[in-house]
């Protein structure tokens, strides 16, 4: 596809942020099966039935621009689900795995925050009032998750993988 406008970088974005979060939901149940804390094991769980509503919410915000959301692949994301599958192949203690998983998980939540407000910005900007309100929602839940990785690392994560010392 040509970009020669900003509708085109728009649907660009769009598309970049499906494939995202297709490779996501897969790279989610394999982090959630090598969680060995309870909590993370939930919350990643969690984050994967929400991924399912954002990948809902994409293909709704294409169908309303008429195009499709397939025919890209992230490759941005694609690196980061690599890194947490040479972690998890490294097997390092269950307690520094999980501290490790944490910070896999807020790489991905940082670069879709980063993917989902520049296509937030963009609809609002071509006047897309309503996607801008659906890609605001997914904005929102990614920050909400990226919080609550944060506080299980920091109440209770990372204090039990230092104990692993």
Do not use: W
Not at 19 to 33: D, F, Q, V
Not at 66 to 89: F, H, N, T
Not at 125 to 147: P, V, Y
Request: aromatic content about 4%; proline content about 2%.
């Amino acid at each position: 596809m040509e970009m020669e406008t900003l509708k085109d970088l728009y649907v660009e974005e769009l598309k970049d942020l499906y494939s995202a979060e297709k490779m996501i939901i897969k790279g989610l149940e394999r982090m959630t099966k090598a969680a060995s804390d309870p909590e993370l094991k939930q919350a990643f769980k969690s984050h994967q039935a929400m991924t399912e509503k954002h990948v809902q919410r994409l293909e709704t915000i294409c169908a309303d621009l008429d195009v499709s959301p397939r025919g890209k692949k992230c490759v941005g994301m694609e690196g980061l689900i690599e890194e947490a599958k040479e972690l998890i192949g490294e097997k390092p203690d269950p307690d520094v795995l999980d501290a490790g998983l944490i910070a896999a998980a807020q790489h991905v939540e940082h670069y879709e925050m980063a993917g989902y407000g520049c296509a937030r910005t963009y609809a609002r900007q071509l006047g897309f009032a309503d996607q801008a309100d659906l890609l605001q929602t997914t904005l929102d839940e990614e920050g909400t998750t990226d919080k609550l990785l944060t506080e299980l690392a920091e109440t209770k994560i990372n204090i039990e993988a230092q104990r692993a010392d």
